[in-house]
């Protein structure tokens, strides 16, 4: 069975840092990319970060740019968020989601169940 | 990155259709293949149901179909189901990001 469990959220002050892990298993990890993806708390989705299969490739959304780094260990079947200067803006549930392709295309096929990032003094 | 438009929210009785729009440009929806819809149960984390504009994953329901003309992909959800009560989103890979929808409510009636 395919599974997607994330783990490292938590509460954090605003302008320190945090780590995210995304533990796969049940598929070949290193064919497909991943992508992270969070949800503020009653909004919408938003993409956060998206990087191919052999990491050749990593995209990032314009309002973590500079902040945030995607990274993916494939040995250990692994997707991380290494994300600093964090802001209240940030405060939300991050997804892990694998890509149908080993390519960045967006089509999200599996989901975690998400960690909850909270911002605040 | 500016959101795809959806309506806020959609309604239908069992047994009826129901379309969802989802607008955006030539740089994202007009111009790719890459557009796909998820549903969102309160709770839980999105689905897959439509992928690259019309394509099915294995396991959705054939009541749920996607189109696209122009800069505009829709969802049609048909003999709509009490199950079918959820958030649609909708998304675009384009250039370097990938763009989502800011959802559409389903009521089922």
């Known amino acids: 069975e395919m599974q997607l469990v994330e783990s490292g959220g938590g509460l954090v002050q605003p302008g320190r840092s945090l780590r995210l892990s995304c533990a796969a298993s049940g598929f070949t990890f290193d064919d497909y990319a991943m992508h992270w993806v969070r949800q503020a708390p009653g909004k919408g989705l938003e993409w956060v970060s998206g990087?191919?299969?052999?990491?050749?490739?990593?995209d990032y959304a314009d309002s973590v740019k500079g902040r945030f780094t995607i990274s993916r260990d494939n040995a250990k079947k692994s997707l991380y968020l290494q994300m600093n200067s964090l802001r209240a803006e940030d405060m939300a549930l991050y997804y892990c989601?694998?890509?149908?392709?080993?390519?960045?295309?967006?089509?999200?096929?599996?989901w975690g169940q998400g960690t909850l990032v909270t911002v605040s003094s | 990155q500016s959101a795809l438009t959806q309506p806020a929210s959609v309604s239908g009785s069992p047994g009826q259709s129901i379309t969802i729009s989802c607008t955006g440009t030539?740089?994202?929806?007009?111009?790719?293949?890459?557009v796909s819809w998820y549903q969102q149960h309160p709770g839980k984390a999105p689905k897959l149901m439509i992928y690259?504009?019309?394509n099915r994953p294995s396991g959705v329901s054939n009541r749920f179909s996607g189109s696209k003309s122009g800069n505009t992909a829709s969802l049609t959800i048909s003999g709509l189901q009490a199950e079918d009560e959820a958030d649609y989103y909708c998304?675009?890979?384009?250039?370097?990001?990938?763009?989502f929808g800011g959802g559409t409510k389903l009521t089922v009636l």
């Open positions: 989601a694998k890509d149908q392709y080993h390519m960045l295309s967006g089509d999200l096929d599996y």
């Open positions: 030539s740089s994202d929806v007009g111009g790719y293949k890459y």
């Open positions: 998304s675009s890979y384009r250039s370097s990001s990938l763009v």
């Open positions: 690259e504009v019309s």
């Open positions: 990087i191919s299969w052999n990491s050749d490739s990593v």
